[in-house]
Each structure stands twice: as structure tokens, then as C-alpha cells.
């Protein structure tokens, strides 16, 4: 027996979801040509290092030693073993943190907001700038918003 009522998606809200997947992944492709930037190249080097030593350490040496957990660097060299080592294929690995922020806030928003009140809050997540601008980049801090949202949901 479930303690909380369960949600039922309408169609505008598939509509909302289908719609704000297309603009991330229009914006992810606008994003192509963007180069890794600040401490995303320690990612980017950390990731060569698991991909050119076939993943086998995992620890890092330690002058690619930041002091995170290497999951990300990781999950990079995954793809790129899977997929390669390319610019594209980095931006391409973001989208599905990317969608999972979409649906974790969609839901978020399920629980108090009313249909429009639901589109304005996503209207407002695409106009907000440390979001476009982080979304646009390879970065560990997009995961880290992703898990943040699923864990909140899941809190609630």
C-alpha cells in the first residue's frame, strides 16, 4: 500500500516533457563545438588516463589527484570506449543527466504547481543562466543537480 497519492501525467505535461527534451537537446548541440573548460579539463585528462590504462586502477595518480570520487572521469571513459574519444560524444554523455533533470523537476513541480504554474516553472528553469550555462558544458555539476532532484523526489 503506497502512503503518498500516485501522480497521474496528463497529456500537457508529455507535451511539456517532449518539448523541453527538444530544446536540451537542440541546446546540447549548439554546445558541440564548446571545448572543456576550467576544472572540467582535470575531467577530461583524468578520463584519458582511465581510457589509456584500459581501467586498471582506480585511483587516479596524484598529480590527476583533485580529491573527488573519479566517478564521473569514469563514466567519460566508458563512453568513450563505447562511442569515442570525441568532443561530440562528451557533449552527447550529458544528455541523459540532462533529461533526468527535466523529468526529476517536471515531478518536483507535479506536487505543488497547477498546469500552468508547471509550464512557467519550466520556462523559468530555461531562462535561469547558471543552469543554460552549465548544460552547455561537460561537467560533473549537471549529474550532481540530476541526483540532487531524484533524491529530493524520493525524500518526498
Known amino acids: 500500500m503506497s502512503v503518498h497519492p500516485k501522480i497521474e501525467l496528463q497529456r500537457q505535461d508529455y507535451l511539456l516533457l517532449g518539448f523541453a527534451g527538444l530544446l536540451m537537446v537542440i ?27 584500459g581501467f586498471s586502477q582506480i585511483p587516479v595518480p596524484e598529480n590527476l589527484d583533485a580529491g573527488h570520487p573519479p566517478f564521473f572521469s569514469l563514466y567519460l571513459a566508458g563512453i568513450w570506449k563505447l562511442f569515442g574519444r570525441s568532443l561530440t560524444v562528451s557533449h552527447l554523455a550529458m544528455l541523459p543527466f540532462l533529461g533526468m533533470i527535466l523529468v526529476q523537476f517536471h515531478r518536483l513541480t507535479l506536487r505543488w504547481l497547477s498546469p500552468m504554474g508547471r509550464i512557467w516553472a519550466m520556462v523559468l528553469l530555461f531562462c535561469e543562466p547558471t543552469f543554460l550555462a552549465q548544460a552547455s558544458m561537460v561537467t560533473p555539476d549537471i549529474a550532481l543537480v540530476a541526483f540532487y532532484l531524484l533524491a529530493i523526489n524520493g525524500l518526498l
Open 27 to 53: 541546446w546540447n548541440v549548439i554546445s558541440w563545438q564548446f571545448p572543456f573548460f576550467w576544472d572540467t579539463v582535470l575531467n577530461s585528462r583524468t578520463a584519458t588516463w582511465y581510457l589509456e590504462t
